[in-house]
């Protein structure tokens, strides 16, 4: 009723107010960014564990592994070593492998991709077998719903290293059908999925039950039975549509925090991905690669983060004012 | 309602119990048939090791199992059988022409891959490059101060002058791989190395494969496997998985949770052999009461070491009679501490030892089974009157605060392993047992040091045989470390791979191995 003579400068002021919005966010994206690097590069360095030694082996005389620390400017300042890779990441440069001496940026670039096609997939998988039980478990909590709810208590309580051994060594070993580990065609990828993805997957069926449930009672959709509408044109239009953006929430921010955390998956699988790079690298304490690595994910997260927040603010305006 | 839900959880958690117990009846060991498939009839190896490789240049900063990899691209003049006789590669004879020259008579005719010949020069370059403090070979302490010069006599004869009389010299040889000098300018032996050896490098996919092809050229006997592939598979379990299902012929790293396993399916066995590594607990001896020679061999009588090898080790090691492994060339194996606990009390008693307490630092993750070896060790301390107690770190963290300390250990005891790859009894002594030994055991024996001295100095094997026999005893006396066990190695192949055993370096080398 209001909103007719001011119908413009609402418009105008809501554009407004969004832009500060995502200003706003970006910078405290930016500024927790770099906040995730004093972090990541103070904890690794007072963490034990010398990379020059480690390199050398544990027969290598003392004055070769000093030697070796002074070429790789070990032995410099702490605070020294952090402005030289702050200012490296100004222009870019997320430094060099201390063990292989490529770059780390070559090396995280050849390992995202295969993290994000293994997390994409167990996302899918997640997706597309979760939402469906999800609803089940709402609508039907007798038939489907019994089988979700096992479904989802399984997925969260089986450790995922112990799982993927078990995928091993029944469908590799004993039945021969799929590889044992390696990066390669689909079939390489049918394990690690199956190992990555159950947790993800009792998740969506928690978070679409509760959902649906919850919209189920709403007063629209009682008004919807009433008017004689199908079930299902009540789930999919009325319900679901409504239900849906909280699961997609989860979904995204888990999914962008499995692109970093499917280290266990990854090494077990042989999986080179960044979760392994990132493992060999603090086990040979090589800091320019975890530095990047971390960096990387936590990058990662926050975008997706950004995003699903400024995605709710574009749906629902009181987000807006938060 | 309540009840509703308590008997559907008592349901569903009883259907998750029962489904957990039947893949873990499916996944019992040995309950499984064998299938596995036999991917060798094509003629080529498949390999899993553990660690990616940091670089392809032999002569870089790897593991074991890179090194031995690279090996079969490029070859040094001098090599070791697997029992550790020495066999000519490169060269085909040596004579020590006179106490302080080593001439060595060089295989002719031979080619490196990009067709440039081997000889002299490549000789001289590739030693040099080893001894350049710059470049950093992983190898440069084995002949550093050992080498004064070297001479190129004729195109096929080298003399190496060394700085003093030794035999040691021809020992750190056997690790110098000999590199093309024109291709070395280039430096592409990092990504792509080239050599005289029987395989040459196909290709290269980090953390993943690496693949070799027999070299057509190669001058020697031509190897039965035509193509090497090794995969690089980090998880331990992982690749146990990977040889029972035959997609890999070998395993370097097999956890001894599969041994049973991978030796009763048919078509895996496990190759063993022992090894040059001695594994032991290091003391630092200038801390009191660790500084008493009595406590010291109180601590040795005190361990049960053929207990901790049978049951902990799974009889995967052999306990160490002296400060070496057996072996390894002049190592006695007369000098061993037999588990006697009334032995080590009264020894305690004569030391005066009043509870000082005293802790045994485990860096957890080097050697199968540390940490629990670290527990027995400490309670059967305590049960001969030690107040003794464990800490428990990761290995990464040990080998740093050793080296810390610069010279003074941050700890009472740990453990610690050596391994004499180049069979030179000489260099691990002083490595361990001088004052400029590589960790802070603070041993210093003058009568110890000259021995070694002597014998480092000479090129008389009697004075040799004699100075080492009375050092090792000596060091035995001093108990400055808790000797323990010799591991054994474990390696899991295919029963098709043919022609293969495990080499007291640790190392492994597929030419002389052929396929079923």
């Given at each position: 009723?209001?909103?007719?003579?001011?119908?413009?400068?609402?418009?105008?002021?809501?554009?407004?107010?969004?832009?500060?919005?995502?200003?706003?966010?970006?910078?405290?994206?930016?500024?927790?960014?770099?906040?995730?690097?004093?972090?990541?590069?103070?904890?690794?360095?007072?963490?034990?564990?010398?990379?020059?030694?480690?390199?050398?082996?544990?027969?290598?005389?003392?004055?070769?592994?000093?030697?070796?620390?002074?070429?790789?400017?070990?032995?410099?300042?702490?605070?020294?070593?952090?402005?030289?890779?702050?200012?490296?990441?100004?222009?870019?440069?997320?430094?060099?492998?201390?063990?292989?001496?490529?770059?780390?940026?070559?090396?995280i670039?050849?390992a995202l991709p295969k993290t994000l096609l293994l997390v994409g997939a167990a996302t899918a998988v997640a997706?597309?077998?979760?939402?469906?039980?999800?609803?089940?478990?709402?609508?039907?909590?007798?038939?489907?719903?019994?089988?979700?709810?096992?479904?989802?208590?399984?997925g969260?309580?089986?450790p995922n290293f112990w799982l993927g051994l078990?995928l091993?060594?029944?469908?590799?070993?004993?039945?021969?059908?799929?590889?044992?580990s390696g990066y390669?065609?689909?079939?390489h990828l049918v394990l690690p999925v199956c190992a990555l993805a159950p947790f993800l997957l009792?998740l969506?069926?928690?978070?679409?039950?509760?959902?649906?449930?919850?919209?189920?009672?709403?007063?629209?959709?009682?008004?919807?039975?009433?008017?004689?509408?199908?079930?299902?044109?009540?789930?999919?239009?009325?319900?679901?549509?409504?239900?849906?953006?909280?699961?997609?929430?989860?979904v995204?921010l888990y999914a962008a925090g499995m692109v970093g955390g499917a280290v266990v998956v990854e090494v077990l699988f042989a999986w080179p991905g960044i979760g392994e790079l990132a493992v060999n690298a603090i086990?040979?304490?090589?800091?320019?690669?975890?530095?990047?690595v971390v960096?990387v994910a936590v990058?990662l997260f926050?975008?997706v983060?950004?995003?699903?927040?400024?995605?709710?603010?574009?749906?629902?305006?009181?987000?807006?004012?938060? | 309602?309540?009840?509703?839900?308590?008997?559907?959880?008592?349901?569903?958690?009883?259907?998750?119990?029962?489904?957990?117990?039947?893949?873990?009846?499916?996944?019992?060991?040995?309950?499984?048939?064998?299938?596995?498939?036999?991917?060798?009839?094509?003629?080529?190896?498949?390999?899993?090791?553990?660690?990616?490789?940091?670089?392809?240049?032999?002569?870089?900063?790897?593991?074991?199992?890179?090194?031995?990899?690279?090996?079969?691209?490029?070859?040094?003049?001098?090599?070791?059988?697997?029992?550790?006789?020495?066999?000519?590669?490169?060269?085909?004879?040596?004579?020590?022409?006179?106490?302080?020259?080593?001439?060595?008579?060089?295989?002719?005719?031979?080619?490196?891959?990009?067709?440039?010949?081997?000889?002299?020069?490549?000789?001289?370059?590739?030693?040099?490059?080893?001894?350049?403090?710059?470049?950093?070979?992983?190898?440069?302490?084995?002949?550093?101060?050992?080498?004064?010069?070297?001479?190129?006599?004729?195109?096929?004869?080298?003399?190496?002058?060394?700085?003093?009389?030794?035999?040691?010299?021809?020992?750190?040889?056997?690790?110098?791989?000999?590199?093309?000098?024109?291709?070395?300018?280039?430096?592409?032996?990092?990504?792509?190395?080239?050599?005289?050896?029987?395989?040459?490098?196909?290709?290269?996919?980090?953390r993943?494969?690496?693949?070799?092809?027999?070299?057509?050229?190669?001058?020697?006997?031509?190897?039965?496997?035509?193509?090497?592939?090794?995969?690089?598979?980090p998880d331990?379990?992982t690749?146990?998985?990977?040889?029972?299902?035959?997609?890999?012929?070998?395993?370097?790293?097999?956890?001894?949770?599969?041994?049973?396993?991978?030796?009763?399916?048919?078509?895996?066995?496990?190759?063993?052999?022992?090894?040059?590594?001695?594994?032991?607990?290091?003391?630092?001896?200038?801390?009191?009461?660790?500084?008493?020679?009595?406590?010291?061999?109180?601590?040795?009588?005190?361990?049960?070491?053929?207990?901790?090898?049978?049951?902990?080790?799974?009889?995967?090691?052999?306990?160490?009679?002296?400060?070496?492994?057996?072996?390894?060339?002049?190592?006695?194996?007369?000098?061993?501490?037999?588990?006697?606990?009334?032995?080590?009390?009264?020894?305690?008693?004569?030391?005066?030892?009043?509870?000082?307490?005293?802790?045994?630092?485990?860096?957890?993750?080097?050697?199968?089974?540390?940490?629990?070896?670290?527990?027995?060790?400490?309670?059967?301390?305590?049960?001969?009157?030690?107040?003794?107690?464990?800490?428990?770190?990761?290995?990464?963290?040990?080998?740093?605060?050793?080296?810390?300390?610069?010279?003074?250990?941050?700890?009472?005891?740990?453990?610690?392993?050596?391994?004499?790859?180049?069979?030179?009894?000489?260099?691990?002594?002083?490595?361990?047992?001088?004052?400029?030994?590589?960790?802070?055991?603070?041993?210093?024996?003058?009568?110890?040091?000259?021995?070694?001295?002597?014998?480092?100095?000479?090129?008389?094997?009697?004075?040799?045989?004699?100075?080492?026999?009375?050092?090792?005893?000596?060091?035995?006396?001093?108990?400055?470390?808790?000797?323990?066990?010799?591991?054994?190695?474990?390696?899991?192949?295919?029963?098709?791979?043919?022609?293969?055993?495990?080499?007291?370096?640790?190392?492994?080398?597929?030419?002389?191995?052929?396929?079923?």
């Open positions: 009723m209001l909103s007719c003579p001011f119908g413009h400068g609402q418009d105008s002021i809501t554009l407004r107010m969004s832009t500060e919005y995502v200003l706003r966010r970006t910078l405290q994206s930016v500024v927790l960014l770099l906040l995730a690097t004093i972090v990541v590069f103070m904890l690794l360095r007072l963490a034990p564990g010398d990379p020059a030694r480690l390199m050398l082996g544990e027969q290598a005389p003392a004055s070769e592994v000093q030697s070796l620390r002074h070429n790789l400017g070990l032995d410099r300042p702490l605070m020294a070593q952090y402005w030289l890779y702050l200012r490296g990441l100004f222009v870019g440069n997320l430094g060099t492998s201390i063990r292989g001496q490529q770059s780390v940026a070559s090396l670039g050849q997706v597309l077998l979760g939402i469906p039980l999800g609803v089940g478990a709402a609508l039907r909590p007798k038939g489907i719903g019994a089988v979700a709810y096992v479904v989802a208590l399984l969260q309580a089986i078990v091993i060594l029944v469908f590799a070993v004993h039945f021969a059908l799929l590889p044992t390669g065609g689909v079939a009792a969506v069926i928690r978070v679409t039950r509760q959902s649906v449930k919850e919209i189920d009672l709403e007063d629209f959709i009682r008004t919807a039975y009433a008017k004689g509408l199908s079930g299902w044109r009540i789930l999919a239009v009325h319900n679901l549509k409504n239900a849906l953006p909280p699961v997609v929430t989860v995204a086990v040979e304490r090589d800091y320019p690669v975890v530095q990047g960096l990058l926050l975008v983060n950004l995003l699903v927040d400024l995605g709710y603010a574009l749906l629902d305006p009181r987000a807006r004012l938060r | 309602m309540k009840q509703h839900c308590m008997r559907r959880r008592i349901v569903t958690s009883s259907l998750a119990i029962a489904l957990m117990a039947l893949l873990a009846a499916i996944v019992v060991p040995g309950a499984s048939p064998s299938r596995s498939t036999s991917g060798a009839a094509s003629g080529t190896l498949t390999i899993g090791i553990g660690q990616d490789f940091g670089t392809l240049d032999i002569r870089g900063l790897g593991s074991a199992a890179s090194f031995s990899i690279l090996r079969h691209i490029t070859e040094p003049l001098v090599a070791f059988s697997p029992t550790g006789k020495f066999i000519p590669d490169l060269a085909t004879s040596w004579q020590q022409v006179t106490p302080t020259k080593l001439r060595f008579h060089l295989r002719q005719g031979v080619r490196f891959t990009n067709g440039d010949p081997f000889d002299a020069a490549t000789v001289k370059h590739s030693i040099a490059k080893v001894l350049d403090p710059k470049f950093a070979a992983w190898d440069n302490s084995y002949i550093a101060g050992l080498v004064k010069s070297v001479t190129i006599v004729n195109r096929y004869t080298v003399d190496v002058n060394e700085v003093s009389p030794t035999t040691r010299l021809i020992d750190g040889l056997t690790t110098v791989d000999m590199v093309d000098p024109t291709y070395d300018a280039t430096g592409k032996m990092k990504t792509h190395p080239i050599g005289t050896g029987p395989y040459e490098f196909v290709s290269f996919t980090p993943q494969q690496l693949v070799l092809q027999r070299n057509p050229t190669y001058w020697g006997k031509r190897p039965a496997i035509a193509k090497i592939v090794v995969r690089i598979i331990p379990s690749q146990a998985a990977a040889l029972l299902r035959g997609e890999v012929q070998m395993v370097n790293n097999l956890p001894f949770s599969f041994i049973d396993q991978v030796k009763k399916h048919k078509g895996t066995t496990v190759a063993t052999g022992p090894s040059a590594r001695l594994v032991f607990l290091a003391i630092n001896t200038k801390k009191a009461p660790l500084d008493n020679p009595l406590v010291r061999q109180a601590l040795n009588y005190a361990v049960n070491k053929s207990a901790i090898v049978q049951s902990i080790l799974k009889g995967q090691a052999s306990v160490a009679n002296g400060p070496c492994a057996p072996l390894t060339k002049y190592c006695r194996t007369d000098l061993g501490y037999a588990y006697n606990v009334e032995k080590a009390k009264s020894l305690l008693k004569e030391a005066g030892y009043s509870g000082q307490p005293i802790t045994l630092t485990i860096g957890a993750g080097r050697y199968p089974n540390d940490d629990v070896v670290g527990q027995a060790v400490v309670s059967e301390l305590q049960a001969a009157g030690f107040n003794a107690k464990l800490n428990t770190i990761d290995y990464s963290s040990l080998g740093s605060q050793l080296s810390a300390g610069h010279g003074t250990s941050p700890f009472d005891m740990w453990l610690q392993g050596w391994s004499a790859d180049d069979n030179d009894l000489i260099g691990m002594l002083q490595a361990l047992f001088t004052k400029d030994a590589v960790y802070p055991i603070g041993y210093n024996n003058a009568k110890v040091t000259s021995l070694l001295n002597q014998a480092s100095h000479t090129v008389n094997a009697a004075v040799i045989q004699r100075d080492l026999s009375q050092a090792e005893a000596q060091i035995a006396k001093d108990a400055p470390v808790v000797f323990m066990y010799v591991p054994k190695q474990d390696i899991g192949i295919s029963t098709s791979l043919k022609g293969f055993t495990p080499r007291f370096d640790e190392y492994f080398f597929f030419w002389d191995s052929r396929l079923s």
